[in-house]
C-alpha cells in the first residue's frame, strides 16, 4: 500500500510539473492576437489594430497614387517576391486590373488626362508607360534610362509629369540623378546630377519648379524647369514624400530619420516650421516618417509613421502654427498616404499579418478548394523575405471624439514612451542598472553575432523549452555547447530577433534600427532584381542618423574593439571602426573555420589582457553556422554548425579561465533567424547569455528582442539608447543575478567530424553549386534552408514549412454596399 502511495505521489509530482510546464508556456508573452484587447502583438513587441477596413495588395506595396479626378488609383509593390503594378477603383474599393512586373520600384505617377500611367522599371533601368483601357492596363512602351543592371546602376524612384503629358521628370537612387524625359518620343533631353540619392519629386503648380527630395541626404533640391538651374533646401534628415499644398506655396518634406516634417515657404525658400510626428517628445529615430496627404480642404495633414505603425494627424490651417490633433491606427510599417473625399487611404507595406506559411515547401494533398495537388512542392512562395503582403487601408476622416479613441488605441500599441529613455524598466540590487550613471559589476562585453538559425532548429530537443522536436535539425549531438551554455546558465524560448534577413539584421544588432533605405531595397535585392542593400556601414544612406553602438560608444568613452563585424576585406566600413578592429579576425567567409575566428580572437584578447586593455565592449562575427549548403567539397552543414558550436565553447571557456571573467558577460545571438523553421514564429531564435552575474540552472519564459539584447548592454556600459525600439525594449535583467558564480565553463568535445566535406553528387548539391557564398545571403534563403533539410534528413524528404504566429486582420470587413 505504501508503494503504491508512493508511485501515485511520483505521478503526481511528474503531472504536476508538465502541467506547470505548460501554464508557463500559455502565460507566456507570443506573438499573435492578444484577445483580451483585440489587438495583434508582433515579434518586436510593438501591437496592431487598425483602423477602417481593408483590401489586400501585393507584396510590400510603397506607393499608391490618385489620377487627377479621383477615378482611380495606382499601386506599386515592390517586394521580393512578385512585383505588380494593381489598378484599384477607390470609389467602389474594387481592384480594377493586375500586372505583373519583372522589376519595379517606387516610382508612380499618373498623366493628367488619366489616359496612362508611369511606372519604375526599377533596376530594368526604365519607366513602363501603361495606357488605360475600359478600365484596365493596356499594353506598356518602355522609356529606357540606360542598359539593365549591372551594366548600369540607375533606378528610377519618383516620377512627375506636366499636365500638357510633353515632359516626364524621374529621379534615381543608384545614380543619384535627374532625367528629363519626352514621353510621347520616349527620349531623354537631359540628365542632371544631384548630390545624393533621390526618392521622389513633385511639380509646382505652375509647372517652373520641380522639387527632389535627396534620400541620401539632407536637403530638397530645386530644379528651374526653364533655366535648368539647381538650388537647394536644407530638411532634415533622410527626406523621401514630397507634398505641396494646391497653391503651392507651402512644400511639406518627410524626414524619415528625424521623425518630423519640414514645412518650407516655396517663395521664401526658407522652413517655416518643423513638425515631430513622433508620439512622444524624443530625438530617438524610430518613428521612420515617410508619407503625406492633405484632407481635401487643405486643412489637415496626415503623416505617415513607418516603424510606429500609426497616421499622425495635424491642423495645417495656418502655415507655420502647425497643431496636433492626435493619431490613428494603421497597419504594419504603412509606407504611403493619400486622401479622397472624406476618406484616409493607407498602404500598410507589411499588412495587417505574417502569415503560418501552409503552403511552404512540402507536398500538400487537396483537403478543401484551395485548388492544391496531393505532391505539389512550391518552395518560393513563403520564405519569409515573400511574406509582405501589403494592405490598402481605408480610413472615414474622424471626427474629435473618433480620433480622441483612436489616439488612446495607438498609444495602447507602443511599449515606447519618452520615460523609458530615462529610467528602465528591472530590479533594485540587478546586475543590470536602470538608468546611466548607475554602476554595474559588469566591466566587460562580449557580443557574438552568429547567422541565420531558429530556435527549434537548434533548441527544439530542449523539453524544459517551448520546442519542437521535430524541427530540430542541429540538436544536442551537433551542438553540445549551445545546449550546455543553456542549460548551466539560462534557457531563453521566447526570443525574437528584429530583423527578417541579414541585411536588416547586422544594423538591427548594432543599432537597434534598420533606416527606410534598408528596409525598402533589401527585398529588391533578395529578389534577384539587381540593386545593392548595401548594409553593415558600406553605403551611408544605410546608416542610421546618428550611427551604431561603437559610435555610442567612442562619445560616452567606452573602450571598444571588433573582430570581422562591420569590417570587409582588412578594412572598416565606418570611420569608428577605424583603428578598433582586430586586422587578422576574418569578416564573412565561409572558407574560414569558426574555430579558427576564435583562435583569432583568443590571440588577440590574450595579448590585450598582458597589457591590461581588453576594451569594455567587444563585438566577434562567428557565423558559420550560415553553412555552405550542400556545395560539393565545402563543410557540409553539419560540420559547419558543429564547428560554430565549438568556437562558442572555447570561447566562453578561455574567457572565464582569464582574471577578467569576474566581471564579464557574453551574448551571442543570430543577426535574423530567415534559414529555418520555428513552430511559433518564423522570427523566433536562439539567444544566449554567460557570465557570473547570469542565473544558473535557469529557464526563462519572458519575450526578449534584440533590441533588448542591445538595451541590456547599453545598460551595463552607461550607454544611451539608440532608437525608440531599444529604449522600449525590455532589458534581460530576469536573467541575472547579485549573487556571481565565478566557476569557469568547460568546453564540450564535438560529437560529430566537424572538417566533414559535402562529397555527394545530387539535385540538392548541383543547387549548392549554383548559390552564391561570397556574401551572407546571396542566395534564395529557402533554397538554402532546404538542402540544408535534405543534408541531414535525406535527400528525399520533405522540410517542414516554417511557422508565423497569425497575425490577424482586426478589421476586415467594409459596411455593404447596401449602408
Not at 48 to 74: E, F, M, R, T, V
Not at 340 to 368: C, E, H, Q, W, Y
Not at 434 to 458: A, C, L, M, W
Not at 632 to 641: L, R, T
Amino acid at each position: 500500500m505504501m508503494s503504491i502511495k508512493k508511485v501515485c505521489s511520483v505521478k503526481s509530482v511528474l503531472s504536476v510539473a508538465i502541467l506547470l510546464q505548460c501554464c508557463f508556456f500559455a502565460q507566456a508573452q507570443l506573438p499573435g492576437k492578444v484577445e483580451q484587447t483585440n489587438q495583434v502583438l508582433l515579434p518586436n513587441g510593438w501591437k496592431l489594430s487598425p483602423a477602417g477596413h481593408g483590401l489586400p495588395l501585393g507584396d510590400l506595396p510603397l506607393n499608391i497614387q490618385l489620377s487627377a479626378s479621383g477615378k482611380y488609383l495606382a499601386v506599386t509593390n515592390n517586394g521580393q517576391s512578385t512585383q505588380s503594378l494593381q489598378l484599384i477603383d477607390p470609389n467602389s474599393e474594387k481592384q480594377l486590373d493586375e500586372k505583373i512586373l519583372g522589376k519595379s520600384w517606387y516610382g508612380l505617377a499618373f498623366s493628367h488626362d488619366e489616359k496612362r500611367v508611369y511606372a519604375s522599371g526599377g533596376n530594368d533601368n526604365w519607366i513602363l508607360a501603361f495606357q488605360i483601357q475600359n478600365d484596365k492596363f493596356g499594353k506598356a512602351d518602355t522609356i529606357k534610362l540606360g542598359a539593365p543592371w549591372p551594366k548600369n546602376k540607375i533606378c528610377a524612384t519618383g516620377i512627375a509629369v506636366n499636365k500638357s503629358n510633353t515632359r516626364l521628370y524621374t529621379v534615381t537612387k543608384e545614380d543619384s540623378s535627374l532625367y528629363v524625359i519626352d514621353p510621347a518620343n520616349r527620349k531623354i533631353l537631359k540628365q542632371v546630377k544631384l548630390t545624393a540619392e533621390a526618392y521622389s519629386c513633385i511639380l509646382s503648380p505652375d509647372e517652373k519648379t520641380l522639387y527632389i527630395s535627396i534620400w541620401g541626404g539632407d536637403e530638397v533640391t530645386c530644379y528651374n524647369t526653364v533655366t535648368g538651374t539647381l538650388t537647394n533646401i536644407k530638411t532634415g534628415n533622410h527626406p523621401n514624400e514630397l507634398l505641396l499644398n494646391k497653391k503651392g506655396d507651402i512644400l511639406y518634406v518627410a524626414n524619415a530619420n528625424d521623425n518630423t516634417v519640414s514645412v518650407i515657404n516655396t517663395v521664401t525658400r526658407k522652413t517655416i516650421e518643423l513638425i515631430s510626428a513622433a508620439l512622444y517628445p524624443t530625438k530617438l529615430t524610430g518613428s521612420t516618417t515617410n508619407g503625406l496627404a492633405l484632407s481635401a480642404n487643405g486643412k489637415t495633414l496626415y503623416i505617415a509613421n513607418a516603424d510606429n505603425n500609426c497616421l499622425a494627424v495635424f491642423d495645417v490651417s495656418k502655415a507655420g502654427n502647425s497643431q496636433s490633433m492626435g493619431f490613428i491606427p494603421v497597419g504594419w510599417y504603412p509606407t504611403n498616404v493619400k486622401t479622397l473625399g472624406n476618406k484616409i487611404l493607407v498602404a500598410n507595406g507589411k499588412g495587417f499579418t505574417s502569415m503560418a506559411n501552409p503552403k511552404g515547401p512540402r507536398p500538400v494533398k487537396r483537403t478543401d478548394n484551395s485548388g492544391y495537388q496531393k505532391g505539389a512542392t512550391n518552395t518560393r512562395e513563403q520564405y519569409i523575405g515573400g511574406l509582405f503582403k501589403g494592405t490598402l487601408s481605408f480610413i472615414d476622416a474622424p471626427q474629435p471624439a473618433q480620433l480622441k479613441t483612436y489616439t488612446k488605441q495607438v498609444y495602447a500599441n507602443t511599449p515606447f514612451n519618452s520615460k523609458l529613455e530615462a529610467l528602465a524598466a528591472g530590479q533594485e540590487g540587478n546586475p543590470i542598472p536602470r538608468k546611466r550613471g548607475e554602476k554595474s559589476p559588469i566591466k566587460h562585453v562580449f557580443y557574438i553575432i552568429k547567422e541565420n538559425r531558429t530556435y527549434d532548429q537548434v533548441l527544439g530537443d530542449m523539453p524544459q523549452g517551448n520546442g519542437d522536436t521535430s524541427l530540430c535539425i542541429f540538436g544536442n549531438k551537433v551542438t553540445p555547447n549551445h545546449h550546455a551554455i543553456a542549460n548551466e546558465f539560462v534557457l531563453l524560448d521566447n526570443f525574437y530577433v528584429d530583423a527578417e534577413v541579414s541585411a536588416d539584421g547586422h544594423n538591427w544588432s548594432m543599432a537597434a534600427y534598420a533606416t527606410d533605405f534598408i528596409e525598402k531595397t533589401w527585398p529588391t535585392g533578395y529578389g534577384g532584381r539587381g540593386g545593392n542593400y548595401d548594409s553593415e556601414g558600406t553605403r551611408k544612406i544605410g546608416d542610421p542618423r546618428d550611427g551604431y553602438i561603437w559610435d555610442y560608444c567612442k562619445r560616452a568613452g567606452v573602450t571598444y574593439r571588433t573582430y570581422g563585424e562591420f569590417v570587409d576585406d582588412g578594412k572598416a566600413n565606418i570611420k569608428s571602426l577605424q583603428g578598433h578592429f582586430c586586422a587578422q579576425s576574418p569578416g564573412f567567409d565561409l572558407s574560414v573555420q569558426d574555430i579558427k575566428r576564435e583562435e583569432v580572437w583568443a590571440h588577440d584578447f590574450d595579448s590585450l589582457l598582458t597589457k591590461n586593455a581588453v576594451p569594455q565592449f567587444s563585438t566577434i562575427r562567428i557565423s558559420n553556422d550560415h553553412t555552405s549548403g550542400q556545395k560539393k567539397g565545402a563543410i557540409s552543414p553539419i560540420a559547419a554548425v558543429g564547428d560554430n558550436d565549438q568556437a562558442i565553447g572555447r570561447f566562453i571557456e578561455h574567457l572565464s579561465k582569464s582574471p577578467i571573467w569576474k566581471e564579464s558577460v557574453v551574448f551571442i545571438l543570430e543577426d535574423d533567424a530567415q534559414n529555418g523553421s520555428d513552430h511559433i514564429d518564423a522570427h523566433r531564435s536562439p539567444v544566449f547569455v554567460a557570465g557570473p552575474y547570469v542565473k544558473r540552472n535557469a529557464v526563462i519564459h519572458n519575450m526578449y528582442s534584440t533590441s533588448g539584447v542591445l538595451r541590456t548592454i547599453e545598460l551595463i556600459l552607461g550607454l544611451p539608447p539608440m532608437s525608440q525600439y531599444d529604449a522600449a525594449a525590455q532589458p534581460m535583467y530576469e536573467c541575472f543575478t547579485n549573487k556571481p558564480d565565478f566557476s569557469p565553463y568547460i568546453a564540450k568535445a564535438a560529437q560529430v567530424n566537424i572538417e566533414e566535406r559535402n562529397m555527394a553528387v545530387n539535385e540538392s548539391s548541383k543547387r549548392s553549386d549554383r548559390f552564391n557564398f561570397a556574401k551572407e545571403d546571396a542566395i534564395p534563403d529557402l533554397d538554402l534552408n532546404e538542402v540544408i533539410w535534405k543534408s541531414i534528413k535525406g535527400e528525399n524528404s520533405i522540410m517542414p514549412a516554417p511557422k508565423r504566429s497569425a497575425f490577424v486582420i482586426l478589421e476586415k470587413k467594409k459596411k455593404d454596399d447596401d449602408d
